[in-house]
């Protein structure tokens, strides 16, 4: 499982027994100054895809109707042309004729495709405390995902502060603050409304140091990726965290109920924002995310968690493997 | 990689319009162009499917061999079909015989339901309505703040009897609002509702609940624009459990183009009543079926940027402004508000977008540099009243300093006069009717005509000779060769500060 760096506390001191085998070998990327904290290796919960997927066929699968199948699932018309050829390609070489052998066929295909296997969010050089900024449309997702990911970390017993610097729908902030009393964590609030974001992003950076937390996560606006100038304010923000510390995650929130529109999203927000993760949202629904393998083809980004419900829990962590099983499973 | 639905057509259609004959092969070509077209821009598949086969139908029969300009037919029933999808004429919301009128909100999760119903209060209030909220969304952290919020922002009195975050019996909040709605005489109630999957059987019969105990006379589908494939089940879904009596396409000022919107209208045949292009909560516009079929043909939203810019240019400082430009008393200073007006309609992009060939300029937008229009501003703000009124006292110290004050160069200073000076010589032609030939500029992409040109028509428009439009930008776009088949290879002028 991923291993995570984090502060060593006094209360830790029983955990940290527990840990000590996980610990061995990472002295190398832990601290070696006196003055920096001590670093422990952790961890965390697990959470896995489940049954979150829904199967692309509904009925058995035949390779005639491959291509539209795909298409329906927001793949594309080019790849989904692609991967039918590549998976006809296959079958004749392999002599796969039934359903279940181009179910696996196309499984291992699809798997392939989507091969980065680094969910594991970088939480791991040492340096706290580890900022991860959380970008997106208007409506992705991003401040559930948000009360999740603090949930989670905090039930790793890391110390997590939000930052609230979605400073501009209403109410915005009063969500963030009702998962932050979820997850029981620390929360930096804007001033009044239509604050400066960037300057509520520096002081929950700031709060994460003075209170020596492990992780500040930074809620921004949702905003669509081509208003110039609402992006240019991405820009301001990471500059205003990074005068502090450097930022470890930029995670970019798409809707999986987007079609096309996610490829544009993933271009201009990558482009702004330096994004290094995708979490993809509401893949509870009938929408299958399709567009995942358009993405990766393109921009090679890992796709980090995934979204699968409205609940605390409702995550999970992207695995390839398990995607692809998902979405050739015989139901 | 793909560029958008209108870019896709006008390509197909350059292929078809030198042609003086179709054969069935080219038919087919084409419609395996505008198949490919429809996918990318989201449209559902059986959608499309069923698109092309009626078109394909048409194109072949009569209609086209007999046509005396067959690639012209083509786009025409391309363009008939399109809006036969989204609805003949412009719906509107169907008020109850007695008041009130209950409208309900559903959709999925993030489509923008609560937003939307700050801004249709807002809408209606205007339409002399006296709406209320009704905060039935418990689920959502916060939901109902965010609604209180709004009504506040708008003035309209919001409902919330619960505070939610998954407290609460959202039913009886509904039913509870509509009998305080009788008595305290409101005349629309607007209800907020969780998002909610297709899928999720437990939540739908909530919304069923919420619907029976409401009784609404209009069950408006929320529907974010960027939707994909998945349109179909979550229309499927929406219209078999809660019913859908109407649309609201949101996030419509982004850069997807509406394949959603084929695709949900076509699956409830339930009409689209408004859309919503912003995240003010004045962006918000009824839903105009033949401009969005023309927008996704590449024909321009003219008719729809005149509106926008009617509904920010205060009528008042227009007239005092086309007097300034006829008397040729026009200032930097006007200049500089003229400026602020049409930013207050909104980003120069999606302005420029609406244009008819914008299609083609999309290079050059991508190009334009909205802070352009700031670098404008610093200038102009570093001058003294007596230089904004008269640039002609702007001498090389005078230049020097307000480059100096502005972080800006001389250059900048001078290449801003020259634009100021070219820009009041394009409003005074078309303050007198004519339509401007300035190498550089173009009176329809820019504000010279859009904002000026306006306002210098609407004082003199009928005396004019010449002028097929009394609205010089609309006169403007037809000098310019609306059709699809005169396309222009149009650039953004210079009056504003857009350089190419």
């Known amino acids: 499982m991923f291993k995570f760096l984090k502060r060593l506390r006094d209360k830790d001191a029983d955990a940290q027994s527990e840990v000590a085998e996980i610990d061995t070998g990472r002295k190398d990327s832990g601290p070696t100054e006196g003055s920096e904290p001590e670093l422990l290796a952790v961890e965390l919960p697990k959470r896995s895809l489940g049954s979150g997927i829904r199967s692309l066929f509904s009925d058995s699968m035949s390779i005639d109707e491959l291509e539209d199948v795909l298409i329906l699932a927001d793949f594309g018309v080019e790849t989904a042309a692609e991967i039918t050829a590549e998976l006809r390609r296959e079958a004749n070489k392999q002599g796969a004729t039934t359903d279940p052998e181009l179910r696996l066929l196309l499984k291992d295909l699809l798997s392939k495709r989507l091969g980065r296997n680094d969910s594991a969010l970088n939480l791991d050089d040492g340096k706290l405390p580890y900022v991860i900024l959380v970008v997106g449309v208007n409506g992705a997702g991003k401040t559930t995902t948000i009360g999740k990911l603090a949930r989670w970390l905090k039930d790793g017993d890391w110390e997590v502060v939000l930052g609230a610097a979605d400073t501009y729908r209403a109410a915005a902030v009063d969500q963030l603050e009702t998962w932050a009393k979820r997850a029981d964590c620390l929360i930096v609030k804007p001033a009044k409304e239509g604050a400066d974001p960037a300057s509520v992003a520096y002081q929950a950076v700031e709060m994460a140091i003075s209170t020596e937390a492990d992780i500040a996560i930074i809620d921004t606006a949702g905003r669509l990726q081509n208003k110039k100038d609402l992006m240019d304010e991405l820009g301001k923000i990471r500059r205003a965290i990074e005068k502090q510390v450097k930022i470890s995650e930029v995670l970019l929130v798409i809707d999986a109920t987007n079609g096309q529109n996610a490829m544009s999203q993933v271009r201009a927000f990558t482009e702004v924002a330096a994004v290094t993760g995708i979490v993809m949202t509401k893949l509870d629904g009938t929408a299958k995310g399709g567009i995942l393998y358009a993405l990766q083809k393109e921009l090679d980004l890992p796709i980090k968690l995934v979204g699968v419900g409205e609940q605390i829990n409702d995550f999970a962590f992207f695995s390839p493997e398990e995607f692809a099983k998902g979405l050739v499973a015989k139901k | ?500």
Do not use: C
């Open chain 2, 1 to 500: 990689m793909f560029g958008n639905l209108s870019d896709r057509l006008s390509d197909t259609f350059k292929n078809l319009r030198g042609k003086g004959r179709l054969s069935a092969s080219d038919i087919d070509a084409t419609l395996r162009d505008i198949r490919r077209a429809l996918l990318e821009a989201d449209v559902a598949l059986e959608v499309v499917k069923d698109f092309i086969a009626s078109i394909r139908e048409r194109a072949l029969g009569d209609e086209v061999s007999k046509a005396l300009n067959p690639a012209q037919q083509v786009v025409q029933i391309v363009n008939d079909e399109l809006t036969m999808i989204l609805g003949k004429e412009n719906k509107r919301i169907q008020f109850a015989k007695s008041p009130p009128t209950v409208i309900m909100l559903a959709g999925l999760q993030g489509s923008g339901k609560t937003t939307l119903a700050g801004k249709l209060a807002k809408w209606l209030k205007e339409q002399n309505q006296t709406p209320i909220l009704v905060a039935a969304d418990l689920q959502r952290p916060n939901a109902v703040t965010q609604l209180q919020v709004l009504g506040e922002k708008v003035g309209v009195p919001v409902f919330a009897p619960e505070l939610g975050n998954g407290v609460g019996n959202p039913i009886k909040v509904a039913k509870d609002a509509i009998a305080h709605a009788k008595k305290a005489q409101f005349s629309v109630v607007i209800v907020d509702t969780a998002g909610r999957l297709g899928v999720d059987e437990e939540m739908m019969s909530q919304a069923i609940g919420i619907r029976d105990a409401v009784n609404p006379d209009e069950i408006l589908f929320v529907v974010d624009s960027m939707l994909g494939q998945d349109a179909v089940n979550v229309a499927k879904a929406f219209k078999d459990g809660v019913g859908v009596t109407g649309i609201v396409l949101t996030k419509l000022d982004g850069d997807s183009r509406g394949g959603a919107a084929l695709s949900v209208a076509n699956i409830t045949g339930a009409p689209i009543l408004f859309s919503s292009t912003g995240e003010g909560l004045d962006a918000f516009e009824p839903f105009y079926p033949e401009r969005m079929a023309s927008r996704i043909l590449d024909m321009g939203d003219v008719v729809s940027l005149i509106e926008q810019a009617q509904k920010s240019f205060d009528e008042e400082e227009s007239k005092i402004l086309a007097d300034k430009i006829a008397n040729e008393q026009f200032t930097l200073q006007d200049f500089l508000e003229q400026m602020q007006q049409l930013r207050k309609m909104g980003s120069m992009k999606s302005l420029l977008g609406m244009l008819p060939g914008a299609g083609k300029m999309k290079q050059q937008l991508e190009n334009f540099d909205e802070s352009e229009i700031a670098r404008t501003e610093a200038i102009i703000f570093s001058m003294t009243p007596l230089e904004r009124n008269g640039p002609k006292v702007l001498n090389g110290s005078r230049r020097q300093r307000i480059a100096k004050g502005s972080g800006t160069s001389v250059t900048e200073v001078n290449q801003l006069v020259n634009r100021f000076e070219q820009a009041a010589k394009v409003m005074k032609t078309m303050s007198k009717g004519g339509i401007p030939n300035i190498p550089g500029t173009n009176p329809v992409a820019m504000g010279g005509a859009v904002g000026g040109g306006y306002i210098g028509g609407k004082k003199s428009s009928k005396k004019k000779k010449g002028s097929k439009s009394g609205n010089p930008a609309k006169r403007a776009a037809e000098n310019q060769g609306l059709s699809v088949s005169q396309p222009q290879e149009s650039k953004p002028g210079s009056a504003f500060g857009v350089q190419n």
